[in-house]
């Protein structure tokens, strides 16, 4: 059974950091590259983050150098470090596979304001 559960989300001022976390179901995260994706209201989702199963990373260009994807295989965890964070950065944040899988969890809200 396909299982992604995403906890992490809150409220921060901008400036500030919080670090994402990601369960997944052992069947997803022993074969797949993993990912981050966010959706703010009104777009479209978009690919924050990803990481293969080796450990090599790939970001979006509005998130490179603030955020950082990493992955305990033991734990079949993913992780979303995120520091200096912006207004723009506050939106419903995902994981899944990556490319990903036509499941989807409930995700987490992060809401950067002051």
């Known amino acids: 059974q396909v299982q992604l559960v995403e906890s992490g989300g809150g409220l921060v001022q901008p400036g500030g950091s919080l670090r994402l976390s990601c369960a997944a179901s052992g069947s997803i995260f022993k074969l797949y590259a993993m990912g981050w994706y966010r959706q703010a209201p009104g777009k479209q989702r978009e690919t924050v983050a990803a990481i293969t199963i080796g450990g090599n990373t790939n970001y979006a260009d509005s998130v490179k150098g603030r955020f950082t994807i990493s992955r305990d295989n033991a734990k079949n965890t993913v992780y979303l470090q995120m520091n200096s964070l912006k207004p723009e950065d506050t939106a419903v944040y995902y994981c899944?596979?990556?490319?990903?899988?036509?499941?989807w969890g409930q995700g987490t809200q992060v809401t950067v304001s002051s």
């Open positions: 899944n596979a990556e490319p990903h899988l036509d499941y």
